[in-house]
Nanobody, 126 residues
Framework: QVQLVESGGGLVQPGGALTLSCAAS????????IGWFRQAPGKVREGIAS????????IFASSVKGRFSLSRDNDKKTSYLKLNHLTTDDTAKYYC???????????????????WGQGTQVTVSS
């Protein structure tokens, strides 16, 4: 059974940074994708970043490209989303999700993910 657990959210000032973690269990091969999504109050959930664990290929939404980055530790089965230059528009609940395989064209589409974490809140405020 696949389980994902996010951590690392919190309150940060505008311009600050955070690193979110997504610890996975049950993903017993590297042929899977970890996607990151966020949902702000009153808004639809948005796909923001995704990485294929096998080769590190990745994709970012335009809203975060150049500010957010992805990394992974395959030994720890943990993926990371580094959030830099945060603005109040980045305030949301952040989720990681997983699917088998990698299809870059739909990697930011939530319907293509089978497994979801519970989310972690990021609040950007002065």
């Amino acid at each position: 059974q696949v389980q994902l657990v996010e951590s690392g959210g919190g309150l940060v000032q505008p311009g600050g940074a955070l690193t979110l973690s997504c610890a996975a269990s049950g993903l017993d091969s590297h042929y899977h994708t970890i996607g990151w999504f966020r949902q702000a109050p009153g808004k639809v959930r948005e796909g923001i970043a995704s990485m294929y664990s096998f080769d590190g290929d990745s994709i970012f939404a335009s809203s975060v490209k150049g500010r957010f980055s992805l990394s992974r530790d395959n030994d720890k089965k943990t993926s990371y989303l580094k959030l830099n230059h945060l603005t109040t528009d980045d305030t949301a609940k952040y989720y990681c999700a997983a699917r088998w395989g990698w299809v870059k064209s739909v990697a930011l589409t939530e319907q293509n993910y089978n497994y979801w974490g519970q989310g972690t809140q990021v609040t950007v405020s002065s």
